[in-house]
């Protein structure tokens, strides 16, 4: 049975960082695409990190571009979300994802087929 599951999110002063991990079983997860998504309250999930499969191009959405990196270690089974300088506006519930194949630009969570059930960030200022 395909499963992911994230950690590692909490609570944190404007400014500071957090390092969520998201850990996948059951699938070939290496051939896969992997993507963070995050839900605001009241808001529709966004993508805001990506890395393809093999060579690890990563893309990121604008209101975290030079903020999180994305990495990940297809022996592990692992994927990592680096967030640094965070800000009241990172507050929401923070997924993981993966779709079968490259990302492609493909950054909508319609697109990707495996979930994880998230871990709640919290910023204050």
């Known amino acids: 049975q395909q499963k992911l599951v994230e950690s590692g999110g909490g609570s944190v002063q404007a400014g500071g960082s957090l390092r969520l991990s998201c850990v996948a079983s059951?699938?070939?997860?290496?051939?896969?695409?992997k993507g963070w998504f995050r839900q605001a309250p009241g808001k529709e999930r966004e993508g805001i990190a990506f890395?393809?499969?093999?060579?690890?191009?990563?893309d990121y959405g604008d209101s975290v571009k030079d903020r999180f990196t994305i990495s990940r270690d297809n022996a592990k089974n692992t994927v990592w979300l680096q967030m640094s300088s965070l800000k009241p506006e990172d507050i929401g519930v923070y997924y993981c994802?993966?779709?079968?194949?490259?990302?492609?630009?493909?950054?909508?969570?319609?697109?990707?087929?495996?979930w994880g059930l998230g871990t709640q960030v919290t910023v204050s200022s």
């Open positions: 059951g699938y070939e997860y290496s051939s896969h695409c």
């Open positions: 994802a993966t779709r079968r194949g490259g990302c492609d630009g493909l950054h909508a969570p319609h697109d990707y087929t495996y």
């Open positions: 890395i393809s499969p093999r060579r690890g191009h990563t």
